[in-house]
């Protein structure tokens, strides 16, 4: 069985720090994605990582895949409020004939003024 | 406006009711799921629709029955539910054929059963 997790759980950092989120999975798969999601509302989709070495960045956010080490990371510069929120990696097995993707448990960051 | 609607977006009923969720999706998909999305529990997945064709269904009990009459339109039927099955409930759309399954999100629904 597919197992994602991610660390930390909670993340509470102040404005202008960086820090890095991380999402380790337990089995082959070289598709990965980032969403992102505020209080009540849906998840959005931040990132898609299709092979291994991927690197995508959007303002302050990067994220990473390598899938040698089944692990994906999101790399936050420079902090800033707008950016708490709950940051959900999913991995996709897709291409081994599985439909659905699964879903890490989530970091809650908070980022304090 | 999203690509993927649900309604309603939020929704109390007793154990006793009856009632359904929908979705739409306008993005041209071929596949629909259903999540569940608990407090302090990762998403989970429920059903699986592609092509119109239910592929997966992640051992949900039957009080839950989805619905899925095209490749635009997803229900979710629910039935005697119990307290435990308040939730967010999370319906998202993707395309099959395309290499990989982004999937996009609706708002959720936010059922509480009482």
């Known amino acids: 069985e597919l197992k994602v997790e991610q660390n930390p759980l909670f993340l509470s950092m102040q404005e202008g720090k960086n820090y890095t989120i991380y999402c380790n999975y337990s089995?082959?798969?070289?598709?990965l994605y980032w969403y992102r999601q505020d209080p009540g509302k849906s998840l959005e989709s931040l990132f898609v990582?299709?092979?291994?070495?991927a690197v995508k960045q959007e303002g302050r956010l990067m994220a990473s895949l390598d899938t040698k080490a089944r692990l994906s990371t999101l790399h936050i510069t420079a902090a800033v409020h707008d950016l708490s929120a709950t940051y959900f990696c999913?991995?996709?097995?897709?291409?081994?004939?599985?439909?659905?993707?699964?879903f890490g448990t989530g970091t809650r960051l908070t980022i304090i003024p | 406006e999203t690509g993927v609607t649900q309604t309603p977006r939020h929704l109390v009923m007793g154990m006793t009711n009856k009632k359904s969720l929908k979705c739409e999706q306008h993005?041209?998909?071929?596949?629909m799921y259903w999540y569940k999305q608990s407090a302090k529990k990762p998403l989970e997945l429920m059903f699986v629709?592609?092509?119109?064709?239910?592929?997966e269904n992640n051992s949900v009990p039957s009080r839950f029955s989805p619905e899925c009459p095209n490749s635009s339109h997803l229900f979710l039927h629910l039935h005697t539910l119990q307290p435990e099955d308040s939730a967010l409930y999370l319906c998202?759309?993707?395309?099959?054929?395309?290499?990989?399954?982004?999937?996009?999100f609706g708002q959720g629904t936010r059922l509480t059963v009482v």
């Open positions: 998202a759309s993707g395309h099959r054929d395309r290499g990989f399954t982004e999937a996009f």
């Open positions: 993005l041209g998909h071929n596949a």
């Open positions: 629709y592609s092509l119109e064709e239910r592929v």
């Open positions: 999913a991995v996709d097995m897709s291409n081994f004939g599985n439909e659905k993707l699964t």
């Open positions: 089995t082959t798969s070289d598709r």
């Open positions: 990582l299709l092979s291994n070495g």
